[in-house]
């Protein structure tokens, strides 16, 4: 009898292990959304803010080495691999801060949204990142280039720079850029008043920084089908974005360029391609807080692009209730494709502590007009 019931401890016990247990331990359960997202060395992925790229079967993350304290940088630019986007090894700093005093991007510069590409010509690996000098908060608003012959770098700086110095985007006629040329942002020290809008629809801060170039903060890239790429950024105090096109070794600007819209107060650009159709989705300006996703559809790099409602749908559960007009408590950063699916990459900001912020990838759908849709899930893709 005494065997009996040990027999049958045993085999519940069992049972037990492998219902409960053995699944925390599966392979293919291991980073979900709304949880901390353990590296193979099981700390959480400190990668923000970035993008992946696929490169001879291997993906590779790259984001905001942040310090657990703190805005500015202490590291660089962080980048892990991973052959199944499960799990990911750490391969260290893919571009490192400068010892050098004065160096643009010196210990201490703020450097975001980084985003690196492949460039079949040159046969190098570009980044693009965002980059504010030391001491100066968020008023350098620039552009950072850097470069590298293997994936993992190390990725060389090449320079920062604003954008487009003495330079009006190609679309804008004549009346358009007198008109521009009339505004005055001195004048203005009331923002969201109807005229103030009206001004900056204008181009009141196209012109206001036309000779020292324009302000790149939030960024994004995209290459597109015919190998051409794109730096797509919140421009103009984050109140327009700018698409540029990019030189063919991808480490400058053609000088091609045109506004979004004007005023929209876009960040965060994400941007993917299907068929004819390209979709970007962008957040609002509310800082480290989450807020309604926008989405734009156009046929064309250059516009026109329409506005249409957040693709988002459905509450977030399993951390905290997060609504989709919150974008379930994230912010986008990139968009990349597994197979044939496009995966929505986006931050869950902790500003206390923005190391620890989450990370949530959701596939997107799209309904019968072909029209993207993200419902929340726990589960990666
Ligand atoms: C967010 C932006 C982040 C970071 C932050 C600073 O709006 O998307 O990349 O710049 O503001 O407050």
């Known amino acids: 009898m005494k065997q009996y019931a040990w027999n049958k401890g045993m085999a519940m016990l069992m049972a037990w292990l492998w219902l409960v247990v053995t699944p925390m331990f599966a392979q293919d359960t291991i980073l979900r959304n709304g949880q901390l997202w353990p590296d193979t060395e099981g700390h959480h992925i400190n990668a923000h ?9 291997v993906y590779y993350w790259y984001g905001e080495q942040r ?31 400068s010892a050098e005093p004065g160096s643009d991007i010196e210990r201490g510069c703020i450097m975001e949204r980084p985003k690196v590409i492949w460039n079949e010509k040159t046969q190098r ?19 950072g280039f850097a470069v590298s012959e293997r994936p993992t770098g190390p990725f060389r ?36 008043t109807p005229q103030w809008m009206s001004e ?36 103009q105090e984050n109140l327009t974005l700018l698409v540029s096109e990019l ?12 506004m979004v819209a004007p005023g929209g107060q876009n960040e965060a650009p994400c941007i993917f391609r299907r068929g004819e ?52 408590g994230a912010q ?3 968009i990349f494709k597994k197979d044939t699916t496009y995966i929505f990459m986006a931050d869950i900001w902790n500003p206390r502590h923005l190391a620890r912020s989450l990370h949530l990838w959701l596939p997107i759908q799209f309904d019968d007009e072909g029209v993207p849709v993200i419902p929340w899930t726990t589960e990666l893709p």
Request: charged share 25%.
């Open 157 to 192: 700086f090449i320079r920062s720079t604003r954008l487009h110095a003495g330079r009006w985007p190609f679309d804008m006629t004549e009346k358009d850029i007198e008109a521009a040329k009339q505004t005055d942002a001195a004048a203005w020290h009331q923002w969201w």
């Open 277 to 328: 159709d390209y979709w970007l989705i962008c957040s609002g300006c509310t800082g480290w807080a989450p807020n309604e996703a926008r989405m734009f559809h156009a046929k064309s790099i250059w516009g026109p692009w329409t506005q249409l409602p957040s693709p988002f749908t459905g509450i977030a559960t399993g951390y905290r209730e997060m609504p989709a007009n919150k974008t379930f």
């Open 49 to 57: 803010g970035g993008n992946i790229l696929e490169f001879d079967d």
């Open 247 to 258: 030189t063919d070794d991808f480490l400058d600007f053609t000088g091609k360029y045109n």
């Open 67 to 97: 310090p657990d304290r703190g805005y500015t940088m202490d590291g660089g630019i962080a980048v892990y691999s991973s052959t199944d986007l499960q799990h990911w090894k750490n391969e260290g700093l893919a571009l490192q801060l």
């Open 125 to 143: 690996f570009v980044m693009l990142f965002h980059l504010e000098l030391k001491g100066r908060g968020y008023e350098a608003a620039r552009v």
């Open 332 to 334: 986008g950063t990139y």
């Open 200 to 235: 900056v629809q204008k181009g009141m801060y196209l012109w206001r920084d036309f000779e020292g170039g324009q302000m790149s903060r939030d960024m994004t890239v995209f290459v597109d089908d015919d190998g051409r790429a794109y730096h797509i950024t919140s421009s």
